[in-house]
């Protein structure tokens, strides 16, 4: 990334003052998604007297273990690098190994699927998503401020931290038809629908900039379990919190076709 240019977003800052990615990698694209997710958001529950079901205040859903893609890990970690002390970043680093060897306890089964089989996000969800806060972890994710009760990396958190309870998708005829609960105090996922705006289109945008999606072909990135993915991340550098991260940074730096034209090629090479 040139360290002159100017950000993506127009905020006229230098890009290493702003967002710290270069304009059209796979990271800026997210970033202007999440834009339009909060737009949307904004715009729904700006004209009606109803609120989101989803209050202020809660953040019951942040005791979970949704996944989340490549490029939100290495967002999350490029801001934390670039934004907290180092005691922080090693406080962060104490936190996601005691999570991981908690989660090891209370959720055997699905660390042996992460371990091993799990390659597909949708195997993560059997296990956990939409079961109404029946799969909760007994820690908070790592990245909430226990003391007020936000998340530290607002601005930068992944999508479904910012669409869970607020949005619906669109599911087919015979899904939209069955009543679930969305989480302990959303009982009706039909009526959450009723009352929230419809991100389906974003979602799949969502999917098509977290993969690789290309017309030469395309690949799943196999997505994590937040805490999972930083423990991973922090054990490539020894838990130094003064080293920066290790991971490689093609989706923070480089423009997206590169990246998917350099992912593909070194899968077709492992073949
Ligand atoms: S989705 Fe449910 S648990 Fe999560 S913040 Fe909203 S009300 Fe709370
Ligand atoms: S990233 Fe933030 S909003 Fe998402 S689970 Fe963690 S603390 Fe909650
Ligand atoms: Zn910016």
Known sequence: MAKKERCFCGSGKASKNCHRVASDSRAAHLFKLFEQVEHTVEDYFMDKESKPQCFSGCNNCCSDFFAVSEVELEIIL?????????????????KVMNNVRAFQVEHPDVDNAIQTQLDYEGDLYKYSSFKGGKTRTSFPCPLLNKETGRCS??????MVCRTHGTTHLNL???????ESTVCEYIPSRIQNNAVTPDVTDMQTKYEEIVNVTTEQGSLYVRKLPLF???????????????KSTVFNRHNLDMSMQESNAMQLKKAAAMK
């Open 78 to 94: 490029d801001e934390i690098h670039n934004t907290w002390t180092e005691q922080e970043i090693a406080n962060l680093y104490k």
């Open 153 to 158: 990396v607002y601005n930068k958190r992944p």
């Open 172 to 178: 087919d005829e015979k899904l939209n038809s069955i």
């Open 228 to 242: 999972y993915g930083i423990h991973a991340l922090a054990s490539m550098q020894g838990y130094n919190p003064t």
